[in-house]
């Protein structure tokens, strides 16, 4: 069994990153900092004990953090994640896989933003820290899960979410799975560009919610990263990071957008499912969002805003 470098059991898998691949080894940093109290909550895939609470008692889950509050303090100048292993590395350990995968968004999204909406990419930061983290947005600890703050545009990411998605939620082990959630995160901070992202806070949930739409539009971006991320070359023309995606990887991915499903986990928690307390989708959404975002590979496809049936994207039609 492997580890990661903070001891946690990381699945054999097959080999994701390419041999050779340019990867940055300092694209995440690690922070740290934070002691509690207000939180930041941006995530898609994210904040899985406190969206337990808000879908019990059917309310936003900010309002059980106390979030929207800013705190000046950020986590952001931290040391860098020193993954100099490359590809063997990010193939097996999970903090590196995310700084790899951190580098393969920022090659499609580089290209893909501006050649589909004119808008430039702005490479969001990265920072890993463990147990809590200070940011722009306030002070957020491992509860939340992964989670993007518009404020310091930088997702922040606690490991141990990756074994929580696999033994409490069921969501395969496999590494697309785990990218899925990074992707998902990088999702918000293209919405964040395109100024989309705010479009949850006056609708915060519900099934036809703007939370949701925003969560299922993010789902079906990293459908988007997916699509491009075995074929988008990288500085001075080099290889693409990624090896071509298997249907085991694609099936890794959909597993982690079912598994945080809202109808899944309130199903789980609860024993009965409140549409009115969504705000992220169901399991099928999400699942059906990513298809979408990987089928088309277009941003006009991800128009989650417009649509009129949420349970039928325009890529699976």
């Known amino acids: 069994m492997l580890r990661t470098r903070r001891g946690r059991p990381c699945e054999a898998t097959a080999m994701t990153f390419r041999e050779g691949a340019q990867i940055d080894p300092n694209r995440a940093r690690r922070g740290g900092g934070g002691t509690g109290g207000r939180i930041a909550l941006g995530g898609g895939a994210g904040g899985l004990i406190v969206l337990v609470l808000a879908l019990l008692f059917g309310g936003n889950p900010a309002d059980f953090l ?92 606690d490991t141990s979410f990756f074994q929580v998605l696999t033994d409490r939620f069921g969501a395969s082990g496999g590494p697309l799975a785990q990218m899925y959630v990074v992707a998902h995160e990088f999702g918000h901070h293209i919405q964040n560009q395109l100024g989309d992202l705010g479009r949850a806070q006056s609708d915060p949930r519900g099934p036809e919610s703007g939370a949701v739409r925003v969560e299922l539009q993010a789902d079906c971006y990293a459908g988007i990263w997916a699509r491009y991320a075995a074929t988008e070359r990288g500085p001075n023309n080099s290889e693409p990071l990624l090896q071509p995606l298997t249907q085991q990887d694609i099936s890794d991915a959909l597993s982690a957008a079912a598994s945080v499903g809202d109808d899944r986990i309130q199903q789980a928690s609860t024993g009965r499912v409140n549409p009115e307390g969504w705000t992220h989708g169901s399991s099928e959404q999400r699942q059906k969002w990513f298809a979408s975002g990987y089928n088309t590979g277009q941003i006009s496809g991800c128009d989650t805003f417009t649509a009129t049936d949420l349970d039928n994207p325009p890529g699976l039609r």
């Open 66 to 157: 106390g979030a929207g509050t800013t705190d000046n303090s950020s986590s952001n100048s931290g040391q860098g994640a020193g993954c100099t292993g490359g590809a063997t590395e990010a193939n097996t350990d999970v903090d590196c896989r995310i700084n790899a995968t951190a580098v393969s968004l920022d090659q499609v999204w580089g290209t893909q933003l501006t050649r589909q909406t004119g808008v430039n990419y702005t490479q969001p930061q990265v920072v890993l820290f463990t147990g809590s983290v200070s940011t722009a947005c306030g002070n957020a600890t491992s509860e939340v899960g992964p989670f993007y703050c518009p404020a310091d545009q930088t997702t922040y990411f």
